[in-house]
């Protein structure tokens, strides 16, 4: 995996600025998830979204596999980090 901008990889960043960018943790309930758990809760948000907005088939195929590279960790740190920054 290469780096981009400052991004694990290309799949990261665009999955992170597309569909998680904006996201209030409180809103969604994923403010006391530990980093861990909020990342599988991310992972499990968009690929719900895969599921409702992408008919079945070989888009759907090559979105999952686009998500498969995802460092959803690194997401959820992003996350953490900054509604920290919002709390103080």
């Given at each position: 995996m290469s780096?981009y901008?400052?991004?694990t990889n290309?799949e990261?960043?665009?999955?992170?600025?597309?569909?998680?960018d904006?996201l209030d943790?409180r809103?969604?309930?994923w403010h006391?998830?530990d980093?861990?758990?909020?990342?599988?809760?991310l992972?499990?948000?968009?690929?719900?979204?895969?599921?409702?907005s992408t008919p079945?088939?070989i888009?759907l195929?090559?979105a999952r596999a686009f998500?498969?590279d995802v460092?959803?960790?690194?997401?959820?740190?992003?996350?953490?980090?900054?509604?920290?920054d919002?709390?103080?």
């Open positions: 780096d901008n400052g991004w290309y990261t960043w665009r999955v992170n600025l597309e569909l998680i904006g943790p809103e969604m309930g006391k998830l980093r861990y758990d909020l990342a599988s809760a992972k499990d948000y968009v690929d719900e979204l895969l599921e409702s079945e088939g888009a195929d090559y998500v498969s460092n959803w960790y690194e997401i959820a740190e992003h996350m953490v980090e900054a509604y920290a919002q709390e103080a």
